[in-house]
């Protein structure tokens, strides 16, 4: 059985000083653009040529982050830096959409590719042909883990921060803040206060006492997560996971306490096993590094829970303030002291805290790094290779005029029927599915299916889908499209269609992701896509059950709660309302027209008919309490 590989985040210089330094196999960076982290330091067009050689050096490998959606006018861009990482002699790129991969197999030969997290792979069916590794969703229980991993190399994260929603699958920041995680921009509203607490939290992911079960699971390389933390939490996290890695081949795998400790003091939100081993990810408590637990104050002493040192940081937890500084003077029985232990009962400045207030112990003045030598800067040569890029010429939609409607009770089926919808969606997985298909008469009735699906789901699904026999299939996940032969076959927007390669690659007619404004959706070459013009916004896909109804965030707005089918659905404060603009979409060609909401979609369908027909149609007073998402806005 093959060591699995130890990746680390680089996410400038001194990161990368640290994990190389400090154990790791390999570390993965991103450039300038075009990467899931834009806020960290990462590396300009010169400096990733020293990092490489840096890391080369001394045996280790680098991976460039290109996880990203892009637009069509940023795709010589993407291309030109792919050329500057593969001309630096970076030993893969980590992509987010699958479409890249036979343009960039054509242009780099030899240059490996790696699936990010990004593109939400939660099943065998969904690895793209000739990809050379995926990076697993998150949310995969270790016995899926094991499984895809027995077809496909496969890499999983064993530390760091988890995002609440499938990684991919969240517009959250992107329509609430303007910033798309999908962009590399995120906001982090899963850290905010909904509901006076902070509902969306997420505990920081901890393995490192399941070494032996992910080794066994045959996975191929344990990421850690962190571009944006200190060179003190890369090299913790590198020297501490390399040791355990190194001793369970070595025998002798029984993780110390200690070392637990130092990964906490390098920075957590408390640790958590995650989804792969059943454990809660969730604490609605501040969202931010705790440190380690030292006790509470009682009458003015601290019995301590670990050791503490003169030189080391504490935080003093006053209501919603955490007050820190680093220790000067501890007592223990009236004596000063330099160092206490486990058990002991000391006082420290605490500041006035009253009894009750919990004490962290937030460094310690042992935690220490080797970065060995600077990075030497050596001399950039960019390959002068014409980039082969696709060609895209003008693809008309000669179809008439089309609303499909997404529905979510066999009433609303009807009622949308009955007002002439052209296709109707419908829940595959919903008892009374086959039912519904025959009492629709005037639209063509259409299953769709969830976003998030396993290998026993895909086929369980592909099976229904038989026995049904719908008119077509809105498809929510890209391991069903090898199953879908003879039927028509519509992509929900959980794809991430984006430019007009992915247009030109996917098998289907895709909804075009809701994160394009209605500029970058008219120019589109081919015009064979489907857009958004009413109803929800899904903005998280959840494997985390949330009790409460609905978030209400610090602004008063209202995010509904659903679950569908086992995931958890975290919608928009308000729907989207396009009304009479969405008659700017037909200048451009565009002829097919989406509407989902959960009540009156034969209202909204006799609406969008007039509309879109160009009768007289007066919006004003009914656009209210609707918003236009990023019709006009779109992300940067």
């Known amino acids: 059985m093959q060591k699995p590989e130890l990746l680390l985040p680089a996410g400038n210089e001194t990161c990368l000083r640290a994990a190389v330094n ?47 959606l892009i ?104 329509i609430v803040g303007g910033r798309s995680g999908n962009r590399g921009l995120c906001a982090q509203p899963c850290r905010m206060l909904y509901n006076n607490k902070y509902s969306l939290s997420t505990m920081d992911l901890c393995l490192l006492e399941k070494i032996p079960e992910l080794i066994k699971a045959n996975v191929v390389s344990f990421k850690v997560e962190g ?76 019995k301590l ?8 940081g504490v935080g003093i937890g006053v209501g919603e303030n955490l007050f820190g500084h680093s220790l000067n003077k501890i007592t223990k029985d009236g004596a000063n002291i330099k160092e206490a232990f486990s058990g002991d009962v000391v006082q420290i400045e605490s500041r006035g805290a009253p009894d009750g207030t919990p004490v962290y112990k937030t460094s310690s003045v042992d935690m220490k790094f080797e970065l060995d030598e600077e ?72 299953v769709y299916t969830p976003k998030v699906l396993s290998d026993r789901q895909i086929i369980e699904i592909a099976e229904k889908i038989k026995q049904i026999k719908p008119d077509g299939v809105l498809a929510g996940n890209r391991g069903l499209l090898k199953f879908l032969d003879g039927f028509q076959i519509h992509l929900d927007y959980s794809f991430n269609c984006f430019n007009d390669i992915d247009l030109d690659n996917y098998r289907g007619v895709p ?49 509904h709660i659903r679950n569908n089918n086992g995931i958890t659905e975290i919608l928009n404060s308000k729907q989207l309302g396009l009304f009479n603009k969405a008659r700017d979409y037909l200048s451009a060609g565009i002829k097919y027209f989406y509407i989902d909401v959960e009540n009156d979609a034969d209202k909204f369908v006799r609406i969008y008919r007039k509309i879109l027909g160009n009768e007289p149609f007066d919006d004003k007073k009914i656009r209210k309490g609707y918003t236009t998402g990023h019709f006009e806005r779109g992300v940067i």
């Open 22 to 68: 400090n154990g790791a196999d390999a570390v993965y960076l991103g450039l300038n653009r075009f990467n899931a982290r834009q806020p960290a330091g990462n590396c300009n067009e010169r400096k990733i040529f020293s990092a490489i050689d840096y890391c080369h050096k001394r045996n280790v490998n680098v991976y460039v982050a290109f996880n990203t």
């Open 71 to 174: 637009k069509n006018d940023e795709i010589k861009e993407y291309f030109h830096l792919i050329n500057v990482a593969y001309s630096a002699g970076a030993d893969a790129i980590i992509i987010q959409d699958p479409c890249f991969i036979p343009v960039i197999k054509k242009n780099f030969p030899g240059l490996k590719i790696h699936l990010s997290t990004q593109a939400t792979t939660t099943n065998s069916f969904s690895v793209p042909p000739s990809i050379d590794r995926i990076v697993l969703a998150r949310e995969l229980p270790i016995d899926e883990v094991a499984s895809i991993a027995k077809k496909f190399p496969a890499e999983i994260f064993v530390h760091g921060a988890l995002c609440f929603s499938y990684s991919g699958q969240c517009l959250f920041s992107s």
């Open 227 to 302: 571009r944006m933390r200190s060179p003190l939490y890369v090299a913790t996290a590198a020297r501490i996971y390399r040791k355990y890695i190194d001793a369970y081949y070595a025998g002798n795998f029984s993780v110390d306490k200690k070392d637990i400790e130092e990964l906490k003091l390098a920075f957590n939100r408390e640790f958590t096993t995650g989804f792969g081993f059943n454990d809660s990810i969730l604490d609605s408590g501040k969202p931010m590094n705790r440190g380690i637990f030292l006790g509470t104050l009682q009458g003015g002493k601290l």
């Open 305 to 312: 829970r670990t050791n503490l040192k003169i030189g080391d």
């Open 375 to 446: 990075i030497k800067q050596v001399n950039a040569n960019v390959r002068k290779a014409a980039i082969a890029l696709p060609q895209f010429v003008a693809l008309e939609n000669k179809d008439n005029i089309k609303i499909f409607a997404k529905v979510y009770s066999k009433k609303s089926a009807l009622a949308a029927d009955k007002a002439k919808a052209d296709v109707i969606y419908y829940d595959v997985l919903k008892a009374d599915c086959r039912e519904v298909k025959e009492l629709v008469k005037n639209s063509r009735f259409f």
């Open 511 to 559: 909804i075009i992701s809701p994160e394009l404004n209605s500029k970058e959706i008219s120019a589109l070459k081919n015009k064979n896509f489907i857009v958004l013009i009413h109803g929800d916004i899904i903005l998280m896909n959840s494997k985390q059950k949330l009790k409460a109804p609905e978030l209400v965030d610090e602004e008063g707005r209202h995010f």
